[in-house]
């Protein structure tokens, strides 16, 4: 099968033909019809996680999808072949810039209804990053107030809209182009981030998300009250962690003297600060499917691309300006052939 792979760190994206994917126990070949692209895909790529996250290479790029089920694995019970289904590949599963993929059922869900192929492929992995982060995470509560950095991006947009769904009163920081957008999504206080320290202006914060670097970091510190929460899906990572991930003694020792500065700022002001991994979940995305279905939540999409300019996709989205997500048409109908399995 067709897939854009790299075949070691700081090497290009290039086209690959590879072998085709067979399911295994418990899993779920994909037809993939439409992916979106991550930041964490060209971070992957520079070999930036190689410490924690060990893949073979070549490695096929891409950890969202939205397609059509061609074939289930001993064990599965929730699919059958026709289903439509979207989701975040595992990671160290990962590989969704290919035509099929054997994916994990316990990782899958049924597409939302409302949403073509390439909406839906914009939503798994930033969808449950916010979930994580406000449900899980911050248990964020209706009448609490919440910041969320970069509004506009792929994982602002939707954390946007979930925070309001939770009844929150929320926050957000963007560039000039993007307030109309963030105001859209439902946010209730938009600040220019060229214009406007939102540091001098919000205080008495329940919960920040932050997106960016350390700077922002520090800064968010001062809106939160004591007992407020710090959530970081940007860095730096925290001990704890480290012991989630099993991570080796230099590595947790990276962490632990990375983390250092915010953590030490943190508890001298009650707040609590952590860092937050995604991860792949098909119950959290049927809940968000749901939410989807139901209008509360809807997909902002930068750009699309085909399949053959995927290196172009994730040059757009490592630029950093992406509004929402950029997303890959895979197959052309969203219905690609049937493979020979
Ligand atoms: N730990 C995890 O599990 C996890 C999961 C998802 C993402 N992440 C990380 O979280 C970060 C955000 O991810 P993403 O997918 O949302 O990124 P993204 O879509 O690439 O974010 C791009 C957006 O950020 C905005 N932006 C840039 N600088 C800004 C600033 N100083 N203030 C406010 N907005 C700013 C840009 O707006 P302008 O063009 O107007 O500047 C653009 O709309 C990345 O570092 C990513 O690697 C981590």
């Not at 994917?21 to 971070?43: C, F, K, T, W, Y």
């Not at 053959?308 to 996709?313: F, S």
């Not at 950029?326 to 052309?332: K, L, Q, S």
């Amino acid at each position: 099968m067709k897939a854009y792979a790299i075949g070691g760190y700081k090497e290009p994206v290039t086209l690959h033909d590879l072998p085709e994917p067979v399911a295994g126990q418990g899993e779920v070949l994909v037809a993939i019809a439409a992916s979106s692209v991550n930041p964490l895909d060209s971070r992957l790529q520079s070999g930036a996680f190689k410490a924690i996250l060990p893949y073979e290479m070549p490695l096929i790029l891409g950890h969202d999808l939205a397609g059509t089920v061609v074939a289930v694995g001993p064990g599965v019970i929730q699919f059958k072949a026709g289903d439509q289904v979207f989701a975040c590949a595992g990671n160290g599963r990962i590989g969704t810039f290919a035509e099929r993929i054997a994916i994990a059922e316990k990782d899958l869900a049924s597409k939302p209804i409302g949403l073509s192929m390439l909406e839906a492929a914009a939503l798994p992995l930033v969808s449950l990053t916010a979930w994580q982060a406000l449900v899980e995470r911050a248990q964020l509560r209706s009448g609490q107030r919440v910041l969320i950095h970069a509004g506009s991006g792929g994982v602002g947009t939707v954390a946007i809209q979930l925070a309001k769904h939770l009844g929150a009163q929320v926050a957000t920081t963007v560039g000039t182009a993007n307030v109309g957008l963030a105001k859209e999504l439902g946010a209730d206080v938009v600040m220019d981030y060229r214009k406007e320290a939102f540091e001098e202006r919000l205080n008495g914060y329940d919960v920040v998300l932050n997106t960016l670097g350390p700077d922002v970091l520090e800064k968010s510190l001062k809106v939160l009250k004591p007992g407020g929460k710090l959530i970081s899906i940007s860095g730096p990572p925290d001990p704890a962690f480290a012991r989630l991930i099993g991570a080796n003694w230099i590595v947790r020792q990276v962490m632990r003297l990375g983390s250092l500065k915010v953590r030490r700022s943190a508890r001298r002001r009650g707040i609590d600060y952590s860092f937050l991994f995604m991860r792949p979940d098909g119950a959290q995305l049927s809940e968000i499917a749901k939410l989807v279905d139901a209008g509360t939540i809807r997909p902002v999409i930068d750009q699309e691309f085909d399949f053959d300019a995927t290196p172009d996709a994730l040059e757009r989205s490592a630029s950093g300006r992406a509004r929402g997500k950029v997303v890959i048409r895979i197959a052309a109908d969203g219905a690609v052939g049937r493979p020979d399995v």
